[in-house]
């Protein structure tokens, strides 16, 4: 544990220059997603997302991305979970992306919203059964007495669901981030890093780089 301070890293990949990008985060997103699918990180769509409850107090936890188009970036959860109330309180929230094999970052700050009942129904049409009974059996974040209720619970959702489809509880959905700021980071040697920062201004996207 002494030895924290000396643990450093330098990094020596590859630069980032205002003639990399594209005009739209969106689009630069999704030629970094390609080059990360390229290089086999594992979990490539694992991401951070950080929310702040009514009282101001934040908290961060991962979350894996599901989808993604040009208006935001999708996840699910349960609608009654700590990061679901923290939402509905207040909207603006955090994503983080961290691909150290590729020595990068992109950090994006948005509003979130539920998505629509249809996209939450056939994102859960396609999971796997154990994810759908997984789904049902917990109650999310809630302080249960020990593994043996959420076990007992499965028994039971296996045995209600054993001659019927299993649809999607209305407790259980999406979500949307849409984005108001992204920034891709680059290491580079010496902390002397590159960012690149798009801020929505009305309806246009404007670039600008920021100190490391």
Same mark, same amino acid.
């Given at each position: ?7 450093? *890293?330098?990094?020596?990949? /590859?630069?980032?220059? &205002?003639?990399? !990008?594209?005009?739209? +985060? ?73 691909? *150290?094999?590729?020595?990068? /970052?992109?950090?994006? &700050?948005?509003? !979130?919203?539920?998505? +629509? ?96």
């Amino acid at each position: 544990m002494n030895n924290i301070a000396d643990l450093r *890293k330098d990094y020596k990949l /590859q630069s980032l220059s &205002e003639n990399d !990008v594209t005009a739209n +985060p969106f689009t630069q997103f999704t030629k970094w997603w390609q080059e990360a699918i390229s290089s086999n990180i594992d979990e490539v769509n694992a991401m951070t997302l950080a929310t702040v409850n009514k009282e101001g107090k934040p908290s961060a936890r991962i979350v894996l991305l599901k989808g993604m188009d040009n208006q935001g970036f999708h996840f699910y959860t349960n609608y009654e979970s700590h990061k679901s109330k923290d939402i509905a309180s207040n909207q603006h929230v955090a994503l983080v992306f961290f691909w *150290k094999e590729l020595e990068r /970052q992109i950090r994006i &700050e948005g509003i !979130v919203s539920k998505l +629509p009942e249809q996209e939450s129904n056939a994102y859960f049409k396609s999971r796997p059964e154990e994810s759908k009974i997984g789904a049902w059996s917990s109650p999310q974040s809630a302080i249960i007495q020990n593994r043996e209720i959420l076990e007992q619970n499965v028994v039971n959702n296996k045995q209600k669901f054993e001659r019927t489809e299993i649809t999607r509880p209305d407790f259980w959905g999406g979500f949307i981030v849409r984005p108001t700021m992204i920034e891709f980071w680059q290491g580079r040697a010496s902390r002397l890093h590159d960012r690149l920062q798009y801020t929505l201004v009305g309806e246009t996207w404007m670039l600008n780089r920021l100190a490391p």
